[in-house]
């Protein structure tokens, strides 16, 4: 049986340009947290969303067994994914609104409250100025976990769309901030440092892509390696930098 190739590292996911930086930063703050990630391919592109999500799980939490996976999701596999058992799965689906009626359905079907607890869900599609067959994140959502009011009722509150990919500019359009508060508080995070945190990585995660360095096991340590130092008025952090120079103590290589 033919060896598996390597997936992609995160930041080679950018410079391929699978998504941007900006939302690469999320993702990796979420995952990072414990937030299972879910990723849609197109029909028969299965094999790519494993791939996607080997890439991107592995890039984070060096220590998963990525391999677990990269085959589609499985009733049982979507039943320890809600309850916090697994790191996250791949569906052939074309939106979230398909992924939830398919796993809310068949023979183990999760009810509309574990539903709730998806975590982040990428959607994978076809650009259509892109490379035919290429694929490319169109939209990402983040599904708000089930919440309880003053009095104790269940809240199900709509999901909320983090980005998504505007073919006509050619780039995302990013809506996080409208949820960032309660990612913040999920996370046991101040907003206004996450926030920054955010920005931090970011940048850093872009710089990586545009210095080349792409490969799996860099990217590993230096995510591995990332530290957030709280204090200031407004946070600060340092993070996996540019290898090829000295940073700033932000995390950024002086100009």
Known sequence: MPERPEPPSLVALIAQGVLDAELAALIWVLVEGGVPLVVAAPPGRAGAGGQLIAGVIGSIRAGEDVEALIAPITAAGASSLVRGRRAGGVLEAGSLGEIRARLGSGPLPL???????????????E????????????????????????????????????????????????????????????????AGDLEADLHHRRDDLAGLA??????????????????????????????????????????????
């Open 210 to 255: 545009k210095a080349g360095v792409t490969k799996l096991d860099e990217v590993q340590r230096l995510i591995g390696g990332y530290q957030v130092r709280y204090g200031g008025p407004h946070g600060s952090a340092s993070g996996p930098v540019d290898p090829h120079g000295p940073d700033d103590g932000h995390g950024h290589t002086p100009n």
């Open 127 to 190: 650009s259509a100025g892109g490379r035919r067959g290429r694929l490319r994140v169109t939209a990402a959502h983040y599904v708000r976990p089930l919440a309880r009011d003053a009095h104790g009722h269940s809240q199900r509150l709509d999901p909320a769309v983090l980005a998504t990919w505007d073919e006509r500019l050619g780039r995302y359009e990013h809506f996080a901030w409208g949820v960032l508060p309660e990612i913040a508080a999920r996370l046991g995070r101040r």
């Open 111 to 125: 009810t509309p409250d574990q539903l709730t607890f998806l975590g982040c869900v990428l959607v994978l599609g």
